[in-house]
């Protein structure tokens, strides 16, 4: 017995020391009797089996597998104790939640961050079998009087284990802009033979006129020693800033940067490797009250540009506490992974955001209708039952000023011109020939216009026992298309 205490002894001090993850919160042996089949489970949007989840963190491609880190709480249903989570997936829509990856230590929890893979062993960890995840990360200090900083760990296993760097301290310390520093960025500049990392240090004083938020760049050659580059200063930015290259219309001699932040307010400008240019003229790449904190793949193996963000209950109409008030043991989900590219319109160069197509590997039965009037469309797909769903459909905005959608219950309206859904507009391009999609699950739904021009993330809760689609309009009206897909569940 006396062995015995000993030992427990020298654990406990073992977990208190300094640079050494607390291994209290591995908490995932717990989540094994979880199903996912409770009744407002998302279906083919990621959740954690349990617990509280926000921002997407440190996602990467390594080896055939897409790694979705993400902020959690492994001790209970509301934000604190924040861990990075993590999920496995071959095809980004079927996902395995693996054991929790990087957990608090010292007196601070880990915020969010962003991983790479250490393809040229700058951080000299690579092994014969394996080359390092690098995942950098904000230390967020518990106690007030400490400030953030930003720090790393690494994985030689393809994300099954972290080991801290330099056991937890700061690698890109306090720049003096006070706590609420946090939310780093890395990725490899080639052209310039270096890493890269962007961080959000300062929000615009919203009294201030002149006053303006700030995003500091990075450079190193070994993963550890950063060098300041240069200062992103605008009105808009507000952390978990990522920055990506997008072709231009799909022309690989035509490249632009496109940054953005957790509400995903966005420019488009050039990055030399050193600073970032743009016009300094912002947009807002999400019209709905859900998307937030988006983040893009690292290492994508087909040229594709993905992203993935979380959305967050902040609808008035279902409640900040809307998955605890109904007694689920998970909180929030993200949403559904779409690519990004940049298109040139009317206006200027702008971004379009579109579903994955993977997506079809969830599809369970097809309705597909051609040259259809909307009369006739009623008639066959009245009696339908439909739960997940992915509807999409094409027309001539010459031939209709007014049509309404009803989707289990959650209404879109076409009307001179534009999209509307619960009295946010969302804008089309001038052009004769009208698109929209709209993917509806048990408690979201996000709606694309126009090739994904417009994009709409929100929370909507159907009805159980409303199962019906159908539309509504004041005269006959002909659709080019109208293709409804009934998806099943993600989870295996």
């Given at each position: 017995?006396?062995?015995l205490?000993?030992?427990?002894?020298?654990v406990a001090?073992?977990?208190?020391?300094?640079?050494?993850m607390?291994?209290?919160f591995?908490?995932?042996?717990?989540?094994?009797?979880?199903?996912?089949?409770e009744?407002l489970?998302?279906?083919?949007?990621f959740?954690?089996k349990?617990?509280?989840?926000?921002?997407?963190?440190?996602?990467?491609?390594?080896?055939?597998?897409?790694?979705l880190?993400?902020?959690?709480?492994p001790?209970a249903?509301?934000?604190g104790?924040?861990?990075?989570?993590?999920?496995v997936s071959?095809?980004?829509?079927?996902w395995?939640q693996?054991?929790?990856?990087i957990?608090p230590?010292?007196?601070?929890?880990i915020?969010?961050?962003?991983?790479?893979?250490?393809?040229?062993?700058?951080?000299?960890?690579n092994?014969?079998?394996?080359?390092?995840i690098?995942?950098?990360?904000?230390?967020?200090q518990?106690?007030?009087?400490?400030?953030?900083?930003?720090?790393?760990?690494y994985?030689?296993?393809?994300?099954?284990?972290?080991?801290?760097i330099?056991?937890?301290?700061?690698?890109v310390?306090n720049q003096?802009?006070?706590?609420a520093?946090?939310?780093?960025k890395?990725f490899?500049?080639?052209p310039?033979?270096k890493?890269v990392?962007?961080?959000?240090?300062?929000r615009?004083?919203?009294?201030?006129?002149?006053?303006?938020?700030?995003?500091?760049?990075f450079?190193?050659?070994?993963l550890?020693?950063?060098?300041?580059?240069?200062?992103?200063d605008?009105?808009?930015?507000?952390?978990?800033?990522?920055?990506?290259?997008?072709?231009?219309?799909?022309?690989?001699?035509?490249?632009?940067w496109?940054?953005?932040?957790?509400?995903f307010?966005?420019e488009?400008g050039?990055?030399?490797?050193l600073?970032?240019?743009?016009?300094?003229?912002n947009?807002l790449?999400?019209?709905?009250n859900?998307?937030?904190?988006?983040?893009?793949?690292?290492?994508?193996?087909d040229?594709?540009?993905?992203?993935?963000g979380?959305?967050?209950?902040?609808d008035?109409?279902?409640?900040?506490n809307f998955?605890?008030?109904?007694?689920?043991?998970f909180?929030?989900q993200?949403?559904f992974?779409a690519?990004?590219?940049?298109?040139t319109?009317?206006?200027?160069?702008r971004?379009?955001?579109?579903p994955i197509?993977?997506?079809?590997?969830?599809?369970?039965?097809?309705?597909?209708?051609?040259?259809?009037?909307?009369?006739?469309l009623?008639?066959?797909?009245?009696?339908?039952?439909?739960d997940g769903?992915d509807?999409?459909?094409s027309?001539?905005?010459?031939?209709?000023?007014?049509?309404q959608i009803?989707?289990?219950g959650q209404?879109l309206?076409y009307q001179k011109?534009?999209?509307?859904?619960?009295d946010?507009?969302?804008?089309?391009?001038?052009?004769?020939k009208?698109n929209?999609?709209?993917?509806?699950?048990?408690?979201?739904i996000e709606?694309?216009?126009?090739?994904g021009?417009?994009?709409?993330?929100?929370?909507?809760v159907?009805t159980?026992e409303n199962?019906?689609?159908s539309?509504n309009?004041s005269e006959?009206f002909?659709?080019?298309v109208f293709e409804?897909?009934?998806?099943?569940?993600i989870?295996?």
């Amino acid at each position: 017995m006396r062995c015995l205490l000993i030992f427990t002894f020298f654990v406990a001090q073992a977990q208190q020391s300094p640079g050494v993850m607390i291994d209290s919160f591995q908490t995932f042996d717990s989540y094994k009797d979880i199903k996912y089949d409770e009744s407002l489970r998302p279906q083919f949007h990621f959740s954690s089996k349990k617990n509280w989840i926000n921002d997407p963190n440190g996602m990467v491609h390594y080896k055939g597998e897409y790694h979705l880190f993400f902020q959690h709480n492994p001790k209970a249903i509301h934000w604190g104790n924040m861990t990075w989570g993590h999920a496995v997936s071959k095809n980004m829509v079927h996902w395995e939640q693996l054991q929790h990856a990087i957990l608090p230590y010292d007196n601070g929890t880990i915020f969010s961050g962003t991983a790479a893979v250490d393809y040229s062993n700058s951080l000299g960890k690579n092994t014969k079998g394996d080359k390092t995840i690098v995942a950098y990360f904000t230390h967020a200090q518990n106690d007030k009087k400490d400030l953030f900083y930003q720090a790393g760990a690494y994985s030689t296993d393809k994300g099954r284990t972290f080991q801290l760097i330099d056991g937890g301290r700061p690698l890109v310390p306090n720049q003096g802009f006070d706590r609420a520093e946090r939310d780093p960025k890395i990725f490899w500049h080639a052209p310039s033979k270096k890493w890269v990392l962007i961080l959000w240090i300062k929000r615009a004083h919203k009294k201030k006129a002149n006053d303006l938020g700030k995003v500091r760049f990075f450079g190193s050659t070994n993963l550890k020693n950063w060098q300041k580059l240069s200062d992103f200063d605008r009105k808009w930015v507000y952390e978990c800033m990522d920055l990506v290259e997008l072709k231009v219309d799909g022309n690989p001699n035509n490249k632009k940067w496109l940054i953005f932040d957790a509400s995903f307010d966005y420019e488009i400008g050039t990055f030399d490797g050193l600073s970032l240019s743009t016009n300094k003229k912002n947009h807002l790449g999400d019209l709905g009250n859900a998307y937030y904190a988006a983040q893009t793949f690292n290492n994508s193996p087909d040229g594709r540009t993905v992203i993935m963000g979380w959305l967050r209950t902040r609808d008035k109409n279902i409640g900040k506490n809307f998955y605890v008030d109904q007694n689920m043991p998970f909180n929030q989900q993200m949403s559904f992974p779409a690519t990004m590219e940049l298109r040139t319109t009317a206006t200027g160069i702008r971004l379009f955001r579109w579903p994955i197509k993977e997506i079809k590997s969830l599809y369970q039965k097809r309705y597909i209708f051609e040259e259809i009037e909307s009369g006739v469309l009623n008639k066959n797909l009245k009696g339908e039952s439909f739960d997940g769903i992915d509807l999409y459909t094409s027309f001539d905005r010459n031939k209709t000023s007014f049509f309404q959608i009803n989707i289990r219950g959650q209404m879109l309206t076409y009307q001179k011109g534009d999209f509307y859904f619960n009295d946010v507009i969302l804008p089309t391009l001038d052009k004769n020939k009208v698109n929209v999609r709209i993917l509806l699950d048990r408690t979201s739904i996000e709606i694309y216009a126009d090739d994904g021009f417009s994009v709409l993330s929100s929370y909507a809760v159907p009805t159980p026992e409303n199962k019906e689609i159908s539309v509504n309009t004041s005269e006959a009206f002909l659709f080019d298309v109208f293709e409804v897909n009934k998806l099943g569940s993600i989870w295996r």
